[in-house]
């Protein structure tokens, strides 16, 4: 009988011991799905940043580019614009020596 109840101590405390054991490790995995958790929630916060941050810098590119060629626009009609000026001056050149050579004649 001692030994019948000596043995059920034993093995009660197998049990106590592996039940603990399973609760350590219960927890232990709990703390790492917590990490992973975590860990996962930080890169999908961070891939949406980041994404964020490509839209925004997709639109501002878009504005850049659109005031890039609204001043090659602008500096295309001041070019054109001097070289009209230019031509303008020439021929007001051209007249003045006309009125000259016309003057000197007469």
Same mark, same amino acid.
């Given at each position: +009988? %001692?030994?019948?109840?000596?043995?059920?101590?034993?093995?009660?405390? %197998?049990?106590?011991?592996? !039940?603990?054991?399973?609760?350590?490790?219960?927890? %232990?995995?709990?703390?790492?799905?917590?990490?992973?958790?975590?860990? =996962? /929630?930080? @890169?999908?916060?961070?891939?949406?940043?980041?994404?964020?941050?490509?839209?925004? @810098? /997709?639109?501002?590119?878009?504005?850049?580019? @659109?005031?890039?060629? &609204?001043?090659?626009? &602008?500096?295309? *009609? =001041?070019?054109?614009?001097?070289?009209?000026?230019?031509?303008?001056?020439?021929? /007001?050149?051209? &007249?003045? +020596?006309? +009125? @000259?050579?016309? !003057?000197?004649? *007469?």
């Amino acid at each position: +009988r %001692e030994e019948a109840e000596a043995s059920g101590r034993g093995l009660r405390a %197998e049990l106590a011991a592996a !039940e603990e054991a399973r609760a350590a490790k219960m927890a %232990e995995q709990a703390e790492r799905d917590e990490l992973a958790a975590s860990l =996962i /929630g930080g @890169s999908l916060a961070a891939a949406v940043a980041v994404e964020d941050l490509a839209e925004h @810098s /997709g639109r501002r590119e878009e504005d850049l580019r @659109s005031r890039l060629a &609204l001043e090659e626009s &602008l500096c295309g *009609t =001041i070019a054109e614009g001097l070289r009209a000026a230019e031509g303008l001056e020439q021929r /007001g050149l051209s &007249l003045q +020596r006309l +009125r @000259s050579l016309q !003057e000197a004649r *007469t």
